[in-house]
Each structure stands twice: as structure tokens, then as C-alpha cells.
């Protein structure tokens, strides 16, 4: 795990905005309209593959946080390469699955790079029967747990997992590892496919370090306002006063 954590978690930074969309014009649209409220994005696979990541070198460059959202999972020897080449990006965050194979080859892909790699647990669309259906012997904590400590052993930095899942994932990983969350709902937004979700208050009181939030965010009439509306949530979850 690389060191400093506390030192770049700068609570502003908190919100991570997922900017699902098909084309760049329309991610660059979205950026424009959100402006200085919010300082970290998140390029998923829809967009990369609908030509966005050259918006990851546009972002980096205009002083913005970028997690590039790949979600890797291959051959370690691929892992790796793939992982080397990403930090030479110079994004901040890259997702990987938590096999262990997995994870170890990106961390030996990212050494020497400012790269965090992130372990994705079981994706926040699933519950129990999801993960039966899907033939695992584990409900959805026990597979967060196993992953959790096996993610330790690998040295990445941090896990996506649900809010849900936090308070014992905090106890297993310690104060150190990043913890990040996706399905994120504020109170009376429409849950979409996400199964396991919380509130951002709820997920900031939990203990996550960063929120992961799309369309209750892209998807709202006023985006800033939204966007805005959760980084006081954020605030008050963490005592302080908002500063926008
Ligand atoms: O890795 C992720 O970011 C991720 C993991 C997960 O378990 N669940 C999950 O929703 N995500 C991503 O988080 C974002 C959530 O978007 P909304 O549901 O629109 O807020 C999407 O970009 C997902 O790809």
C-alpha cells in the first residue's frame, strides 16, 4: 500500500462523480456544468470505450482527480502491463477485480507510480440470491470479508464495496486502506440496478473515504445543485462546514 493516505485525502475531494456517458462531447458537457463543485471523476467503461480516454489526460492536466474505473481482470502477466500502462495516464485510482492473482499483479504493475489500486468486492447490484445464482458458497458479507483480507495480503491500497459493508470491512483492513463507495442514494432518489445502497451521510457516518455517485448526480434536472447537495451531506457527516 502506497503511504500518505490521510495527507491526499483531502475531505473536498470526497465526492468522486461517475461520468457515464457515451461520447466525450457529452462527459465534457457535464464537467462544464458541475465546474469547480466538484474536483475528482471517475471514467468507466462506457465511456472509455466510447473514446473518453483521452478526457482522462484533459482532466489530469486541468488539475482534476481521475479514477479510471477498468475494472481488470486477466492473466497476471496482462493485469500487469495493463495496470503499468494506466499509471503512466497518471490516473489516481484504477479498479481491478479482488481475485488474488489479480490484485497482485496490478500492485507489481503500478509499483513505483502514483497509481492506487482498488479491489472491487462484489459489485453493489448484487445481493445473496445474485451471488447463489452466480455459484459462489458465500452471501454478500462473507464474500466482502474474504475479499477484504485477501485484497491486505495483495497490497493494494483500497476496496469498492457498498456502504453497507463498511463498519466490518474498516475493523479488517484498519484506518489506512481507502474504502469506496458506489451506490450511493441520496434520501428518495430511485435506486436504479443497485441493490446494496446507502445514503451519503450514512456512508460518510459508516466510515467511507470516498462516495462514488453517477446519476443522482447526471441524471438530475440541476446537476451542480445535486452535486452541491451531497457535498453538504458529506460536511455535516464529517462536523465541518462546507466549502464550495
Ligand atoms: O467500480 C465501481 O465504481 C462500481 C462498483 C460497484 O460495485 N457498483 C457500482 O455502481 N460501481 C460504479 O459506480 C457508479 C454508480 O453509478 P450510479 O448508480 O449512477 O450512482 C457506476 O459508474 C458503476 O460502474
Request: charged share 25%.
Amino acid at each position: 500500500m502506497k503511504p500518505g493516505k490521510l495527507a491526499e485525502q483531502d475531505r473536498g475531494e470526497a465526492l468522486i462523480v461517475a461520468l457515464d456517458f457515451a461520447t466525450p462531447e457529452e462527459a465534457r458537457r457535464m464537467i462544464a456544468t458541475l465546474g469547480e463543485s466538484v474536483s475528482f471523476y471517475k471514467i468507466g467503461m462506457e465511456l472509455a470505450y466510447g473514446g473518453g480516454l483521452p478526457l482522462a489526460r484533459d482532466l489530469i492536466d486541468a488539475g482534476k482527480k481521475l479514477f479510471l474505473d477498468l475494472k481488470l481482470h486477466d492473466i497476471p502477466t496482462t493485469v500487469e502491463k495493463a495496470c503499468a500502462n494506466v499509471a503512466r495516464l497518471g490516473a489516481a485510482f484504477l479498479t481491478v477485480h479482488a481475485y488474488p492473482q489479480t490484485m497482485a499483479a496490478a500492485v507489481r504493475g503500478a509499483s513505483s507510480s502514483g497509481l492506487r489500486i482498488l479491489g472491487v468486492t462484489v459489485m453493489t447490484s448484487y445481493d445473496d440470491d445474485d451471488l447463489t445464482e452466480a455459484g459462489y458458497a458465500f452471501g454478500v458479507s462473507e464474500l466482502v470479508a474474504l475479499r477484504a483480507r485477501q485484497a491486505r495480503l495483495a497490497g493494494v491500497d483500497g476496496l469498492i464495496l457498498s456502504a453497507r459493508e463498511l463498519e466490518a470491512t474498516r475493523r479488517e483492513v484498519g484506518p489506512d486502506f481507502l474504502l469506496v463507495t458506489p451506490g450511493i442514494r441520496p434520501e428518495g432518489a430511485p435506486a436504479g440496478d443497485q441493490k446494496r445502497t446507502m445514503t451519503p451521510r450514512e456512508a460518510i457516518g459508516a466510515g467511507a473515504d470516498y462516495l462514488v455517485v453517477g446519476r443522482p448526480i447526471t441524471g438530475a434536472a440541476d446537476p451542480r445543485a445535486a452535486a452541491e447537495a451531497i457535498l453538504a451531506d458529506i460536511a455535516a457527516a464529517q462536523g465541518r462546514a462546507i466549502v464550495i
